[in-house]
Antibody, heavy 119, light 109 residues
Framework: EVQLVETGGGLIQPGGSLRLSCAASGVAVNNNYMGWVRQAPGKGLEWVSVMPTSAYTYYADSVKGRFTISRDESKNTLYLQMNSLRADDTAVYYC?????????????WGRGTLVTVSS | ENVLTQSPGTLSLSPGERATLSCRASQSFSNSYLAWYQQKPGQAPRLLIYGASSRATGIPDRFSGSGSGTDFTLTISRLEPEDFAVYYCQQYGNSPPWTFGQGTKVELK
């Protein structure tokens, strides 16, 4: 069974940094496309970043240059380093896998971790 | 940028009725890369449909997807009480690679 568990969220001041972790079980983060999707309170889903099986990475324009996605094969964990945080980064951040046969759709999701950027 | 516009914003229906949700793209793209998700309050999204018309694992056959080019549809043939939720479409394309629609809420009439 695939499980994705996000941690690392919390309250952070504008301009601050935070690192989110996504511990995976039942799926190898280095052998799958893995990504982050966020949802601001009461709003819709917004794609944030995806890391394919190669070293290439993809970022939404809204986070490019501020967020960095990475993975640790030994810990089977996906990360999202978030710097220069702004109020509009406030959201629940979901870790998700892109299935090998789902035509780039996200087939497994974690329960999410809430990031609140506020002074 | 390919913008996905979902309609209607809210759909008020009763159990047993048919729900038809629309997702329109501003630019044509391969229908292989269109997905639908269901999200209930306080829960993560759940993949329903990928490749425009393929049901994900464990999804009941009352959910079906269709469409091509710029116009896609999610149909729920007979609404069950657990189907009242928000539904999102998502496409994979060029720039940005992944895009979500703004969502359609299916609410109890």
């Amino acid at each position: 069974e695939v499980q994705l568990v996000e941690t690392g969220g919390g309250l952070i001041q504008p301009g601050g940094s935070l690192r989110l972790s996504c511990a995976a079980s039942g799926v190898a983060v280095n052998n799958n496309y893995m990504g982050w999707v966020r949802q601001a309170p009461g709003k819709g889903l917004e794609w944030v970043s995806v890391m394919p099986t190669s070293a290439y990475t993809y970022y939404a324009d809204s986070v490019k240059g501020r967020f960095t996605i990475s993975r640790d094969e030994s810990k089977n964990t996906l990360y999202l380093q978030m710097n220069s945080l702004r109020a509009d980064d406030t959201a629940v951040y979901y870790c998700a896998r892109i299935g090998p046969r789902t035509k780039y759709a996200f087939d497994y999701w974690g329960r999410g971790t809430l990031v609140t950027v506020s002074s | 940028e390919n913008v996905l516009t979902q309609s209607p914003g809210t759909l008020s229906l009763s159990p047993g009725e048919r729900a038809t949700l629309s997702c329109r793209a501003s630019q044509s793209f391969s229908n292989s890369y269109l997905a639908w998700y269901q999200q209930k309050p306080g829960q993560a999204p759940r993949l329903l449909i990928y490749g425009a018309s393929s049901r994900a694992t464990g999804i009941p056959d009352r959910f079906s997807g269709s469409g091509s080019g710029t116009d896609f549809t999610l149909t729920i043939s007979r609404l069950e009480p657990e189907d009242f939720a928000v539904y999102y479409c998502q496409q994979y394309g060029n720039s940005p690679p992944w895009t979500f629609g703004q969502g359609t809420k299916v609410e109890l009439k």
